[in-house]
């Protein structure tokens, strides 16, 4: 039961990755891999506050979210300038030279990570408290996305898929619609990566790899990029995944790998055999599924 | 800091520039040519590495016999990539997004195929690599070193032979131009495109030959080393193989250099701050133009 | 009466090639001008010109008497600009009622806080775009078709709604790039329909246009281009009876005849 509880929570944060990571490739058509480095640096900012000064977590997270907000837009804002295909090598750089960064800094605790993450919670059981904030904050990110999407700045993300050129020339800002879901989107991790740091109460670099981002690709592509519900079901379908191999037991340094060679197997299988994902049929707020 | 230590450092950059440069010479001629960012060229590497591994600790064969497996073993994959991987999207009329992701995911893929068999300790494929020295006027050169910086030498001007001389570069330049108009000109595209990947193959394996006879290796490694590959080839001017090899060299040199700027623990940082540099100021490649523009503020 | 669209010795260059020499135009409110002659001749050029795509070397563009140098094509098309395109790129994704929406000159929810704490306001704004909409496809008989993918559309109502997207814009300056190729029957005579009332309401409208049927039904004149120079201007029946038309255009010479 415990267990399931703790799945709970792990299925909150990852609902909040693939949303809006489905929100910069499969809406915006922006491809980055440093969505762990923003799940880090939420992550980060709430370790670092917490362990350092007494603050309300709440203001953590939002703070964490905040500066994935602003590091993203130094992310974007020069390379978007060139052209959408510069985000990808920039992203690379970024999450490979930021994880670095934090590597090498004290105060982040270096390789060996950020530990003793003050406890926030201490009514009630725990894991449930977190499971029931969890699934909550990602409902909230759900439906935030939702709203987005179907209101009238929704059309504005469409058109500028379709065709950037004639957006442009009816008098749209097509770089501006970019940098906003690309804030957004990595904003969101922030704030997961502030739910990861409170749960775990410790943070160390190696969670923050290039397996998240395959991770999180695998679920927005099997999920389906373009719809509401594919990364919400490529998340849940994907977390249990590790469950359904648990059963082999190959040691920790064979499994890690195999995780990710399933996620990257599967991620090839699905751009092939059925690129627009498991959900895309079903969701009529699809946009045109990407080839 | 004397004389002599700056001329060893340059010496020594020089010679680790040599792999860089065949790297960033693979990338950037799949790019000019086949046209896609080749992000599997991380896991190729990989392969390249391995199977020479494999080769000469597991089968025992010697070192040329191994190289020429682990080319034609890399050759054949990534000809195998190209027809079966690139060619469906292409005829799909698929999104650069999934071209990304799919060179992308491959990459990784191979990356923990190798973790899986290989653990994550780092190997090298000799069991001593480090290699003897001579001494020339106070410097040290390693065999490495001469050799590295000869077989590289050699396959630069074997290349520029290939593309300028050749029948096979006159249609490579066609293709890279314009592919349609090649193929109404009678040139058989596909078959230049395979060309092209051996070639890259080539350059690969022998960047990996010499990289593995230096360095142990993990299977993250060559996304790393990548990055220099590509900072290279957007500096050098998309479509300018042989200016993407000239960048190379001197980002490696700037990193050797640095190690008198920048504390050692920090120098595995200067790459990122490179590629930076090279978006912010120089995202179409360097040129005079760009330089004099920005120094001068006058029109280009 | 100032012209509302005026292109004063505009030149631009591609490499070797010239696509606009020294062009000298204007159009005022009410005038159809049609812009006539072989592929190749700089018409659509000119349109990317005007409308911002890439800037011109030398010359001058001025919109109701205010310059469009350095001005970005966003701005232009704020400024009343509005084209249609050749081969019309809709947008796929939408139905014909959002593809007209998000060519409203003045999109409120791209501003974020409007977007945000604004939201009443937006929304009601939002409605009126679809009202204006819906207007403009009850003009042309398409009102049914308003929730309907593109994909669903005809050839030709595609066409209508390439030049209702357009018409969105409600400026002053309308540029329709061969706004009747493999255009026929009841889609023809409404798009001359409305391209007429668009005139009468005082827009200044230029037509590339190879149906010279078309161009002597509607344009009250025209001009002849070839290889980036503008030839001949006037009335279309001049136009069409003049013997270096003839030759370039009908006759296939390939260069300008010495007179």
Known sequence: MEYVISVLVLMGIYVILSSSFNLIIGYGGLISIAHPIFFALGAYTCGVLSVNMSIWPPLAVALGAGLALVFSLMLSLPSLRISGDYLLITSIGFQLGLLEVIKHLSFTGGASGLGNIPNVVDFGDRSTVFAAISIALAALVFVFIRWLIRGPYGLLISAMRDDELVYTSLGRNAMKVKLVIFGIGCACAGLAGGLYAYYYQYVNPDQFEILQSSMILTMVVVGGMGSQWGPVVGAVLLLFMPQAIGFLNFPPSVMAPLQGLLYSSLVIIFLFVRPQGLMAAFDRNSSRPSK | ?300 | MIPILKIEKVCKRFGGIVVADAIDLEIHAGEILGLIGPNGAGKSSLFNLISGIYPIDSGEITLMGQSLHGLSMVKRAQSGISRTWQHMRLFPSMTVLNNLVVASRYYEAENLRALFFQSGKVKGLQAEKENDAMEILVRMGLASLSNSPIADLTFGQQKLIGLARALMNDGPCLLLDEPMAGVEGQSYETIKDIVRQEANRGRAICVVEHNISFVKDLCNSAVFMFNGKLLERGSVDDLLASKTLEALYFGGQKTIPVS
Not at chain 2, 125 to 153: C, E, F, R, Y
Request: proline fraction near 3%; glycine fraction near 8%; hydrophobic fraction near 55%.
């Open chain 2, 1 to 300: 800091m004397t004389f002599s230590i700056l001329l060893q450092i340059l010496w020594t950059g020089l010679a680790i520039s040599s792999y860089a440069v065949l790297f960033a010479m693979s990338f950037s001629l799949i790019l000019k040519v086949v046209k896609i960012w080749n992000f599997a060229q991380a896991g190729f590497m990989c392969l390249v590495f391995y199977s020479l591994y494999v080769c000469l600790n597991i089968f025992d064969w010697p070192m040329w016999i191994g190289v020429l497996a682990s080319f034609f073993i890399t050759s054949v994959s990534a000809i195998g990539f190209f027809r079966y991987g690139i060619e469906t999207l292409r005829a799909r009329n698929s999104t650069s997004l999934t071209f990304f992701i799919l060179t992308l995911v491959v990459s990784q893929f191979m990356g923990y195929f190798f973790a899986m068999c290989f653990g994550t300790e780092p190997i090298s494929i000799t069991k001593n690599i480090m290699s003897p020295v001579i001494m020339v006027g106070g410097i040290v050169i390693s065999h490495w070193d001469l050799q590295a910086l000869g077989l590289t030498t050699l396959t630069v001007l074997t290349l520029f032979v290939i593309m300028h001389k050749t029948h096979l570069g006159q249609f490579m330049s066609a293709v890279a131009d314009h592919p349609t108009l090649a193929r109404l000109y009678g040139i058989d595209v596909n078959r230049v495109y395979l060309y092209t990947i051996v070639l890259a193959c080539l350059l690969m394996t022998v960047g990996m030959y010499l990289f593995g006879l230096k360095v142990a290796m993990l299977p993250n490694t060559p996304l790393q080393m990548m990055l220099l590959a590509v900072i290279a080839t957007l500096l050098g001017g998309m479509g300018q193989v042989f200016g993407a090899a000239a960048a190379a060299i001197l980002l490696s040199l700037l990193q050797s250099l640095s190690v008198f700027v920048i504390p050692s623990e920090w120098q595995s940082l200067l790459i990122y701050a490179f590629l930076f540099l090279t978006i912010l100021f120089f995202p179409q490649g360097f040129s005079w133009q760009t330089m004099k523009s920005f120094l001068g503020g006058g029109k280009t």
